[in-house]
């Protein structure tokens, strides 16, 4: 478990080793390092288990003080579908790739896309390829092959929850 910084700096770490057994309840104290804020508004916590990530804020996003979302994102076709590699320069809260917004440079309509993940949270430096297809399975470029979606489009398909409160 981490306390961290909406800017990403680590504020405080706690280990914690449950025994549970399957379909049961455990309540376990938490350290006060790491559940007490310095400040609420720009902290939030990063919980990991079993390789599953879980976040949770001090304070609803509308109030949160955080740095503006930056990232690369880099796309590349491959095996006919379209893949989206985000790397995050900063915390990326709830990070989604729209491949509604991708379809109509693709020449399908907005239905016909999917994205194999959605709401993951990345923090600074790390990446996450999402995978774009069609939902009939066929591939994404025709025989002439479509030119990968620019950086304008990339920039209004791939959002995160800083873009949209801030």
């Given at each position: 478990m981490l306390q961290i910084g909406l800017d990403g700096q680590e504020h405080a770490r706690a280990r914690l080793r449950p025994g549970c057994p399957a379909g049961g309840l455990l309540h376990l104290p938490l350290d006060p390092a790491v559940c007490r804020p310095a400040d609420p508004h720009a902290e939030m916590l990063v919980v990991e288990a079993d390789g599953v990530r879980t976040t949770w804020t001090y304070r609803p996003d509308r109030e949160l003080a955080g740095p503006r979302p930056e990232r690369t994102v880099e796309p590349a076709a491959v095996g006919g579908g379209l893949l989206v590699t985000v790397t995050a320069g900063t915390l990326?809260?709830?990070?989604?790739?729209f491949a509604d917004r991708l379809a109509a440079p693709l020449g399908l309509d907005p239905h016909e896309l999917v994205v194999d993940d959605a709401l993951v949270t990345l923090l600074p430096g790390e990446r996450r390829t999402f995978r774009v297809t069609r939902r009939d399975g066929l591939p994404i470029t025709g025989q002439g092959g479509a030119a990968l979606p620019?950086?304008?489009?990339?920039?209004?398909?791939?959002?995160?929850?800083?873009?949209?409160?801030?």
């Open positions: 990326l809260r709830d990070l989604c790739v620019g950086a304008d489009l990339l920039d209004v398909a791939v959002r995160s929850a800083g873009e949209l409160t801030g």
